[in-house]
């Protein structure tokens, strides 16, 4: 015990002790507190997860990916979850819905992507409004009014690109069955990091 106290002073006097777990956690929460809209969708992680898991994905924790999951861009991070079935429950193959969030810091998500695989043509239609209200009541956490011109190309099928939003159709190939791809993309401008009412 005797040997602690001076190793404990000599720790202190190295300069400022680097924050606590729990005084990060809080500086990141005031933070997040002046965000709105799609500032605040891409800049709070937790919360962001917690909207879309309101619709049943059950994402997990927002984390830094295995090393052999890094991108030749470098680390990131990563929150993945189980699909959800956008079909009838009679159907051999039913259509799923899937999502993950991915960025390179655990400050902020740099892409939101719910991924529907039409693997029941029968159900389609239906398979796309739902996710289309799906991705309409995600937004709408944040406040923020999904474009007319989205839900039509999800619901139709039809590829769009208008940022931060992008509607990609994967065409059946080699066996593998048709996609779409909803993906919200943060732009560079969109950085919690550069939010002039943090200090």
Do not use: H
């Not at 602690?4 to 400022?16: D, E, N, Q």
């Not at 009679?90 to 719910?114: L, Q």
Request: hydrophobic content about 40%; glycine content about 8%; some cysteine.
């Amino acid at each position: 015990m005797t040997l602690t106290a001076p190793m404990a002073l000599g720790l202190a006097g190295c300069g400022k002790p680097a924050p606590s777990v729990r005084e990060q956690e809080a500086a990141q929460t005031a933070s997040v507190a002046t965000l709105s809209g799609w500032d605040r969708l891409f800049g709070a992680p937790q919360e962001t997860i917690g909207a879309i898991n309101q619709a049943g994905f059950a994402l997990n924790k927002y984390s830094l990916a295995n090393e052999d999951d890094f991108s030749p861009q470098g680390q990131i991070y990563v929150s993945t979850g189980q699909p959800r079935m956008f079909s009838n429950s009679n159907a051999a193959k039913p259509n799923t819905t899937s999502v993950a969030v991915t960025g390179k810091t655990a400050a902020a998500i740099d892409t939101v992507a719910y991924t529907l695989t039409l693997t029941d043509p029968v159900d389609a239609t239906t398979a796309r409004m739902r996710l289309a209200q799906t991705v309409g009541e995600f937004l709408g956490r944040f406040k923020i009014k999904a474009s007319p011109d989205l839900l039509r190309a999800i619901r139709l099928g039809q590829p769009l690109d208008a940022a931060p939003a992008k509607v990609a159709i994967v065409p059946s190939t080699n066996g593998a069955p048709e996609r779409i791809d909803v993906t919200f993309t943060r732009s560079p401008a969109t950085n919690p990091a550069n939010n002039k009412t943090q200090g």
